[in-house]
């Protein structure tokens, strides 16, 4: 029986019928929520195991699982070096127990060595001698570098912004130097190559002649420097003066980062007709939101610039932002962005120039302001 009282309603559950039903709906809630609980803890499981599955196999290399797969596919049979089952099982054994792959010296060294974690970037495209041991390496300056350019920031007399290059008022080129103190050993007369830095004699001389190349054949080219200590964020520095440029110069389209590798002589110079070249490679970070087209131009470059001088650029490589990589590397700021290596610390002055030599005509060539680069220069 029922009675309302105004927004109210009342329930009699004296009537033996009423206090049925209310047990009954009661009983069927609980069996709801038992229902969805079973299905959920159901599922759940399903994806951990899933999840636990997926990270074991994660410790097995893809040759090796290619292998196992070969077995029974007949295809794979013929794609794959014959292996027997005893070398599969004893490859997918000790590659569960340890995660060490026998081929691959970083398993077993990248916890040892923390420069091996460089080793995990993604080779997009590379030269026919170009492997994980040749990818650019990132060093940082030595301590004393540190305080002589602190020492240097508070000269009044140092110029913190480059003057522009040639007469071309239109400037479409802006090349910087994030790691402005990178150097090559020959010209500062060092062995050493944790000493290949210099706060005055370095890559931003490299930059200059780019530069000034570009300015000879019709592109308007500007670069521009600042001093700052690599333990302030290299990066956070370079990018607010990269938009201070841009902002003074508002027809710039192309940004070219140039950096010296810290990889040894015999990974990053090339011999072509009796001249010997710095070895170009780039850059490209994942996480920029301009990824694809960065991507997308360093390909073209890099297929250009070996027709113009055959492997003159060994590789375009994509870093993300992991393991202290940057992954980003300004180039969020323009469709356009180069992140470039010169060479590395046994290079020189000369082999740098005439390397970007190259580059600067390649680039010039697709903007549309110079002559087609004819083969060899």
């Known amino acids: 029986m029922k009675k309302r009282y105004h927004s109210f309603i009342t329930v009699n559950m004296s009537q033996p019928r009423t206090r049925q039903t209310f047990v009954l709906l009661c009983f069927a809630v609980a069996f709801t929520f038992a229902l969805a609980g079973a299905l959920a803890m159901g599922q759940a499981k399903s994806r951990l195991a899933s999840a636990e599955f997926s990270r074991i196999t994660s410790h097995i290399s893809s040759k090796t699982l290619l292998m196992a797969m070969s077995e029974n596919i007949p295809y794979l049979q013929e794609k794959m070096q014959e292996a027997g089952m005893e070398e599969i099982a004893s490859r997918m054994a000790l590659e569960l127990a340890t995660s060490i792959d026998l081929r691959d010296p970083r398993t077993y060294l990248g916890k040892e060595l923390p420069m091996y974690d460089l080793f995990d970037s993604e080779i997009d495209v590379a030269s026919s001698d170009f492997d994980y041991t040749s990818i650019p390496i990132e060093s940082p300056p030595p301590p004393e570098l540190e305080q002589e350019i602190i020492k240097a920031m508070e000269d009044p007399d140092e110029d913190v912004n480059e003057r522009p290059t040639g007469s071309i008022k239109n400037k479409q080129v802006l090349i910087y130097n994030t790691h402005f103190w990178e150097s090559y050993l020959p010209e500062l007369g060092k062995k050493d190559p944790r000493l290949a830095s210099d706060v005055r004699k370095n890559i931003t001389t490299i930059s200059k002649h780019m530069a000034n190349q570009l300015e000879k054949m019709g592109v308007g080219a500007v670069t521009v420097k600042r001093k700052y200590t690599w333990n302030s964020g290299s990066y956070v520095q370079s990018r607010k003066m990269v938009k201070a440029a841009m902002a003074q110069y508002e027809d710039v389209t ?3 980062d140039l950096h010296r590798d810290a990889q040894r002589r015999p990974k990053t110079t090339k011999v072509v007709n009796g001249k010997t070249y710095a070895r170009l490679a780039f850059v490209v970070g994942r996480e920029s939101k301009h990824y694809e087209e960065n991507l997308r131009l360093a390909r073209e ?11 003159i650029c060994s590789t375009v490589i994509i870093k993300k932002r992991e393991k202290g990589n940057n992954g980003e590397y300004n180039q969020s700021l323009s469709p356009n962005s180069l992140l470039v290596e010169v060479g590395g610390v ?14 600067a005509r390649v680039i010039a060539e697709r903007i549309g302001k110079a002559k087609p680069v004819s083969n060899g220069r």
């Not at 250009?304 to 001088?309: C, K, Q």
């Not at 046994?346 to 580059?359: I, M, W």
């Open 254 to 256: 192309y940004l070219i």
């Open 301 to 311: 470059l890099y297929k250009r610039l070996n027709e113009v001088v055959p492997g």
């Open 346 to 359: 046994d290079n020189t002055f000369e082999e740098a120039n005439r390397s970007v030599e190259v580059l």
